[in-house]
Nanobody, 119 residues
Framework: QVQLQESGPGLVKPSQTLSLTCTVSGGSITTDYYYWSWIRQPPGKGLEWIGYISGSGSTYYSPSLKSRTSISRDTSNNQFSLQLTSVTPEDTAVYSC???????????WGQGTQVTVSS
């Protein structure tokens, strides 16, 4: 059973960088055919895909967030991370990590973590 767990600060000041880590257990993030994603849901809005990193380490980002987003990984600890720069209150959301499986559907999710951007 694959499990994902997000961690990071729940409060970030405007103009600073939001940094979150997803720790994966029960499966390796270097396995082919899987993509490890970040998704967010602002209050009162739908899910928004941020980006993902593949098993080979390639990254793909949402065009609307690409200029501010970086996804990286630590294979020794089986973790992948999100950095979102120059945040504003509009970046306030529940941030979740998830795996995209072989059927191109999300098959495992973390529980999500609330991040609030406020001074």
């Amino acid at each position: 059973q694959v499990q994902l767990q997000e961690s990071g600060p729940g409060l970030v000041k405007p103009s600073q960088t939001l940094s979150l880590t997803c720790t994966v257990s029960g499966g390796s993030i270097t396995t082919d055919y899987y993509y490890w994603s970040w998704i967010r849901q602002p209050p009162g809005k739908g899910l928004e895909w941020i980006g993902y990193i593949s098993g080979s380490g390639s990254t793909y980002y949402s065009p609307s967030l690409k200029s501010r987003t970086s996804i990286s990984r630590d294979t020794s600890n089986n973790q992948f991370s999100l950095q979102l720069t120059s945040v504003t209150p509009e970046d306030t959301a529940v941030y979740s990590c998830a795996r995209v499986g072989k059927s191109w559907a999300y098959d495992y999710w973390g529980q999500g973590t609330q991040v609030t951007v406020s001074s």
